[in-house]
């Protein structure tokens, strides 16, 4: 660990969020770290009164590009909810609050 959101902290996340898509919903995803088009569309819909680790990965990645959730606890609620509104507004896509497909190609793709 350096303290650094680089390239092996993206592949980590992305292996984390895999693991927990073919836990979660039998995604069969190869758990590689890589970002791809099957891993986009095994991503599930992810809201404010969520919890678990798919949430805790969230919480980490939007830290990691900046936006403080205040808190890293794998319980969506107001500060996720808030940092994630941040994050969709500075990229561009509607601020509905709510992780999406898109939402999560942005975040790792």
Not at 19 to 27: F, P, S
Not at 60 to 75: T, V
Not at 95 to 108: M, P, R, T, V
Request: aromatic residues 12%.
């Amino acid at each position: 660990m350096d303290g650094y959101y680089g390239p092996d902290t993206k592949k980590a996340l992305i292996k984390g969020f895999q693991t927990e898509l073919n836990k979660q919903y039998g995604a069969k995803n190869n758990v590689d770290g890589i970002w791809g088009p099957q891993t986009k569309a095994a991503s599930p819909n992810v809201r404010e009164g969520a919890k678990g680790n798919i949430t805790y990965i969230l919480q980490a990645a939007l830290y990691m590009e900046g936006h403080n959730p205040h808190g890293i606890d794998g319980i969506f609620g107001s500060g996720t909810e808030i940092a994630f509104k941040a994050f969709q507004r500075a990229t561009g896509i509607p601020a509905d609050g709510i992780a999406c497909e898109n939402s999560f190609a942005k975040l790792f793709g």
